[in-house]
């Protein structure tokens, strides 16, 4: 297993999932800094992500919409925080209406993400989630999360069949 | 029945270590609240505050059996509490495990 540890705190309305890749910090920081890649993990096979503004620079936007099965298209964005690249990142996430401005009425969450060497090429990351309230995680909850439950098993396989597109560095 | 939790209430409530030990011994509901105090180093007055604070949060009733009123857990807003997080949980196990895949498939077609 890759995911070694979940904590969740009801009080502080966090929820960390740390994970350990086989692969060097600088590998694991390109599955967020380069969109081909964040575009393979972000939604589950059902609800591709496109990536159609991505620049990882404090203050900047990215924004994306995902792609369901029926043709529907669930925007998003993130509000980046900071940066610091392999290391850390921290972003605002949340929802947008359809011509990508952010939407007044769900929720924001903070997430923070940070990578770490752990020895032997190995790389701990470590991904903490604050809602503002348990209202807005039942929000985000009900409306833009729910799709990527249905997909949890066997995801991995169906990736593993695909064709090697995408790799980042020739 | 169907019932609107509101779950600030309910993580508040679970927050406590006693709290959360009255609604494990609920499950099994045969215990009034003079029973479930002599569990707990306190007073019956601070027990009873405890399980009102449970009962506001959905989480415990009283239910009437005989002549006496025992303390029930109310098992679906627990698990619906509890669901949320769990929930969550499984979106980001879902996008690790992508996320995996993809080194892996990378690092396999270097070598």
């Known amino acids: ?170 | 029945m169907q019932t609107t939790l509101d779950f600030d209430r309910v993580f508040r409530a679970l927050a406590d270590g006693t709290r959360r030990d009255i609604v494990r011994r609920g499950i099994a509901g045969e215990e009034g609240v003079a029973e479930l105090a002599e569990h707990y180093p306190m007073s019956f007055a601070a027990v009873q505050k405890h399980v009102a604070i449970l009962e506001r949060a959905g989480l415990v009733t009283k239910v009437r059996v005989g002549r006496r009123k025992v303390v029930r857990t109310n098992l679906e807003g627990l698990r619906r509490a509890r669901g949320l997080l769990d929930r969550y949980e499984e979106l980001w196990r879902g996008r690790v495990d992508r996320m995996t895949a993809l080194v892996t498939e990378a690092k396999e077609a270097d070598t």
């Open chain 1, 1 to 170: 297993m890759t995911v070694t540890a979940v904590r969740k705190d009801p009080q502080a309305l966090t929820m960390t999932i740390d994970a350990e890749f086989d692969a060097p910090p600088e590998r694991v920081w390109q599955l967020w800094a380069d969109p081909r890649q964040l575009e393979r993990w972000w939604g589950p096979p059902t609800y591709p992500a496109t990536f159609t503004r991505h620049d990882l620079a404090p203050g900047s936007r990215v924004e994306y919409h995902m792609t369901g099965p029926e043709g529907d298209q669930p925007h998003g964005y993130w509000d980046i925080v900071e940066v610091d690249p392999p290391r850390s990142l921290v972003f605002r996430d949340g929802f947008a209406n359809e011509d990508g401005s952010p939407s007044t009425e769900l929720p924001l969450t903070t997430a923070r993400v940070t990578i770490e060497e752990i020895g032997s090429g190995r790389t701990r990351m470590s991904i903490q989630s604050r809602f503002p309230s348990t209202e807005a995680m039942e929000q985000v909850l009900a409306l833009g999360a729910e799709e990527g439950l249905r997909q949890a098993v066997g995801q991995i396989d169906a990736i593993l069949a695909e064709d090697h597109v995408s790799r980042s560095t020739p």
